[in-house]
């Protein structure tokens, strides 16, 4: 799949993960629609980068938002043909806690934006991808998820992250089974400790105990080495139906 002249959607697009993305895909010739619930950053993002990049105020967990911010990348230069979904929220509570059992809301919600906001996205960019012209590998659309390593070793205080991660993760083949038919790849990126605003509010004592804890690179990652895997998955057409860790090979401890 060629990033240039293709049309783009990034949810969490405005900060993040999202933003580096949205800022490969840009350089790399696309026309990216940046759907985020960030109003502000979002459209400092579009001034940053210019006509290529256009902003739609999305909620995720809201399903007319998420189909107005696929129909608008649809209608724009080059269609849809690439979807990356990074928008999420981190949740740290424990099941039994000093204030009793786990909050039910907050588990909801936390599937609610990680999980149902990622499927969401996917039967709307699939369904829109797969009315495209295909290319001379018969393709027709890339989707790239972001789940996390918390999906495999999800620590103390992070069942409600870990169970929506784990959702992503269990998602991704059966999907790319599903719209091989159509010519539309799934693919899913498992990040480990990366510098992003979800991380924003610890101390900086906290983030080197963190970036210790990397096995190599002794640092935490930087949100251009999670999209430079995007772009190595939108290029390159074997790549489907898996999930990569990029994660410095890290494996969580229970705590």
């Known amino acids: 799949m060629k990033i240039q002249g ?3 959607l990034v949810t969490g697009g405005a900060s993040g993960l999202g933003a580096a993305a949205v800022r490969m895909l840009t350089a790399g010739g696309a026309q990216v629609v940046i759907a985020d619930i960030n109003e502000k950053a979002g459209n400092e993002l579009v001034k940053e980068l210019g006509p290529a990049a256009t902003f739609v105020k999305t909620d995720v967990t809201v399903e007319n938002d998420v189909q107005a911010a696929v129909r608008h990348a649809a209608a724009r230069p080059g269609g849809l043909r690439i979807a990356v979904a990074t928008a999420g929220i981190g ?3 424990k099941l039994l806690g000093k204030n009793g059992p786990h909050d039910f809301q907050r588990f909801v919600r936390t599937l609610q934006i990680n999980l149902m906001g990622t499927f969401d996205l996917a039967r709307r960019a699939a369904e829109a991808m797969s009315m495209n012209e295909p290319d001379e590998d018969g393709g027709r659309g890339v989707i790239v998820f972001t789940a996390s390593v918390a999906a495999f070793e999800g ?14 993760v269990s998602m991704t083949l059966p999907l790319a089974r599903e719209l091989a038919r159509s010519g539309i790849r799934v693919m899913t990126i ?5 510098h992003t605003p979800l991380l924003g509010s610890l101390p900086e004592a906290a983030l080197v105990s963190l970036a210790e804890q990397v096995p190599f690179p002794k640092r935490l990652g930087q949100p251009a080495e999670y ?4 772009k190595q998955i939108i290029e390159n057409n074997m790549l489907n ?3 990569i860790r990029i994660d410095g090979a890290i494996r969580m401890a229970p705590k």
Request: net charge neutral.
């Open 6 to 8: 293709s049309g783009a």
């Open 91 to 93: 949740v740290a509570e």
């Open 155 to 168: 620590q103390i205080g992070q069942v409600a992250y870990s169970a929506s991660k784990g959702g992503i």
């Open 190 to 194: 498992a990040p480990g400790i990366f």
């Open 227 to 230: 999209a430079s895997l995007v």
């Open 241 to 243: 139906g898996s999930v």
